[in-house]
């Protein structure tokens, strides 16, 4: 009888864990439609306001269990010069992994490349939900990427302290 209930419970634990890793890894995820012209958009220089940008191949996914699930791939022929002659740059970006089966998506590789130069980071949309911004990280070689990551207004107000200055209002619930 004791074998048993330990091979229930041995089972059971493996059944659990396989379905867990089911749902963080695949399941909540869902690819994202391009919308033509709105897909990739960066923040201007000039204006502050979002704008289109040129991409081709763009494939995206994102989930409804946590703002900062958004992961994109995409290529522009934009160079270098003209991205930071014409959008915001973006300071501390930080790529967040993907899942395994999202292979367009090397966070390490992409964060290499931040730090060594060969990508740029670029402001996409600040608050694109509260809190969190969209970031756009661009190759030399035209290779784009994309992903939310939380923002100094975020970092504290989700710790449960009061907005700090020069932070929107958090909305009801914050």
């Known amino acids: 009888m004791g074998k048993f209930l330990a091979l ?47 991409y081709d191949d763009f494939r995206a996914i994102d989930a409804d269990s946590s703002p900062i699930r958004y992961r994109a791939c995409f290529t522009t022929t934009m160079s270098h010069a003209m991205l930071t002659e014409t959008y915001e740059p973006y300071d501390g970006a930080v790529p967040l992994t993907a899942p395994a089966w999202f292979d367009c998506f090397d966070a390490e590789a992409l964060g290499a490349a931040l730090e060594s130069g060969e990508a740029l980071a670029f402001l996409g949309e600040r608050d694109v939900l509260y809190g969190i911004d969209r970031v756009v990280a661009i190759h030399e070689d035209g290779r784009g990427f994309a992903w939310h990551q939380i923002n100094r207004c975020g970092e504290v107000v989700f710790d449960g302290q009061p907005a700090p200055e020069g932070c929107p209002e958090p909305p009801g619930g914050y």
């Open 8 to 54: 229930l419970i041995l089972a059971s634990a493996l059944i659990a864990g396989g379905g867990m890793y089911y749902l963080q890894v695949h399941h909540f995820y869902e690819e994202v439609e391009p919308e033509p012209g709105r897909a990739v958009e960066m923040t201007s220089l000039v204006t502050g306001e979002v704008e289109p940008v040129l």
